[in-house]
Nanobody, 118 residues
């Protein structure tokens, strides 16, 4: 059974940091492009960051470039999102997404709430 579990969200002050984790089970994460999305209240889901299967290439939304870093540990079947210099506009539910190279279906985590507020 494929499962993605998102953790690490919470309440943080502006300028603070959080690290999100997404643990994948049910298939080897090394076969998947991995992404983080977010959805703020009243808004659509937005792609935040993506990382290729080996971790050799990453890309980011313009709004988070220079502040967020996506990484992966295929041995632990876990992908991370390090978020620094957080702003109130980063407040959203963050979702992990897996796109395996052996299946056209994509898989989603349950989401983790990030709230940036003083």
């Amino acid at each position: 059974q494929v499962r993605l579990v998102d953790t690490g969200g919470g309440l943080v002050q502006p300028g603070g940091s959080l690290r999100l984790s997404c643990e994948v089970s049910g298939f080897p994460m090394s076969t998947s492009l991995m992404r983080w999305y977010r959805q703020a209240p009243g808004k659509g889901r937005e792609l935040v960051a993506a990382i290729t299967t080996s971790g050799g290439s990453t890309n980011y939304a313009d709004s988070v470039k220079g502040r967020f870093t996506i990484s992966r540990d295929n041995a632990k079947n876990t992908v991370y999102l390090q978020m620094n210099s957080l702003k109130p506009e980063d407040t959203a539910v963050y979702y992990c997404n897996a796109e395996p190279n052996w299946n056209p279906r994509q898989y989603w985590g349950q989401g983790t709430q990030v709230t940036v507020s003083s």
